[in-house]
């Protein structure tokens, strides 16, 4: 990152530098990135960096060369090493590797998405936040992405309904059709609090929300008494230059007694194994689905992201990190 980012990020705003990296040491292996994760996280955090700090990120890549008998070359190993095509990195350290878990039979990028930081945020977020049980309505924005698209599943698996919100109909008839969302709306075409009134006429029992904003205020109005909300993302801010404004809502969350928990998905990485576990069974039992917008070339990067927050995307970013211009 060149320069911190003023709103939407420009591509001037990053710059492509090379560097020599040292032999390995002991205990050391050397990586070679094969698919890089793009996250809405990125442009938010991104505030908090240093001007010429490396974007931060995972990527699941190949052990080229080795001093760790845990990490073999020929491997696949998953970290958050940022936007690098080669990394050293060793066990235990700041980038938290580990190799990648059996993918049950998807590709190795599923390792960063469906099987990885994204998948683990739905799983968890929905799951300890929201505590949803059979018979309660679901509503979940951003329903599209890699984590909302996995939240609305696992909460049918829950047998609850699910009512999500996304920006294209293209995206609307996959979440019906092949991840089983009872509906679906494109909220830049609906009334939002209409629909809600229509699909969820006893109320909203849990809101996992990626979004904030007017939208999640509207949301507000429709909750249950003891609702649940899992606060994943406010993407609908990351690009603000000045605070937004929403209406006082607090009132709400006193007389009806609702649950709003902020959700940060890294607290759960030593739990992350079992839940890989049960979700590549639900993938297996055919309970689970998962799409990927790919993008060629690590110098892409930058526009990848900007797609990202642009909701250009379906289901997970990835990058596959080629490189085109180095």
């Not at 890699?146 to 609307?172: F, H, L, N, P």
């Not at 904003?213 to 429709?222: D, E, L, N, P, R």
């Not at 007389?255 to 839940?275: D, I, M």
């Amino acid at each position: 990152m060149a320069k911190r980012f003023q709103g939407v990020p420009k591509l001037s705003d990053y710059a492509i530098k090379e560097e020599q990296l040292p032999p390995l040491k002991d205990g050391e292996f050397l990586c070679k990135a094969e698919y890089l994760s793009v996250d809405p996280y990125q442009r938010a955090y991104a505030g908090r960096m240093a001007d010429g700090t490396p974007m931060i990120g995972s990527q699941v890549a190949e052990i080229i060369e080795s001093k760790d008998k845990d990490f073999p070359v020929g491997k696949r190993v998953v970290g958050n090493f940022g936007w690098r095509t080669h990394t050293i990195s060793k066990s235990g350290d700041s980038s938290e590797p580990y190799l990648m878990p059996d993918m049950a039979g998807l590709p190795n990028s599923a390792s960063i998405g469906l099987l990885g930081m994204p998948g683990m945020t739905a799983y968890f977020g929905l799951l300890e936040c929201c505590q949803p049980k059979a018979g309660e309505t679901v509503v979940v924005n951003g329903a599209a992405g890699a984590v909302g698209s996995v939240v609305g599943q696992i909460a049918k698996i829950m047998g609850c309904r699910v009512i999500g919100y996304a920006g294209e109909d293209s995206k609307i008839e996959w979440l019906k059709n092949e991840c089983g969302f009872d509906h679906v709306f494109n909220y830049k075409k609906c009334d939002l609090d209409k629909t809600l009134k229509e699909a969820a006429p006893n109320g909203v029992d849990c809101f996992f929300d990626n979004v904030g904003g007017m939208f999640a205020v509207t949301v507000y109005q429709h909750l249950n008494h003891f609702a649940r909300i899992c606060q994943c993302g406010v993407i609908s801010s990351y690009n603000n230059t000045k605070p937004a404004m929403v209406p006082e809502t607090l009132g709400i969350f006193v007389f009806k007694e609702v649950t709003l928990k902020g959700f940060y998905v890294s607290r759960t990485f030593k739990q992350w194994p079992e839940a890989i576990k049960e979700m590549g069974q639900w993938i297996k039992e055919g309970k689970l689905k998962f799409k990927e917008t790919v993008v060629e070339g690590f110098d892409n990067m930058p526009q990848a992201l900007n797609d990202l927050l642009d909701g250009k995307n379906t289901g997970k970013m990835i990058v596959k990190a080629s490189v085109s211009k180095l």
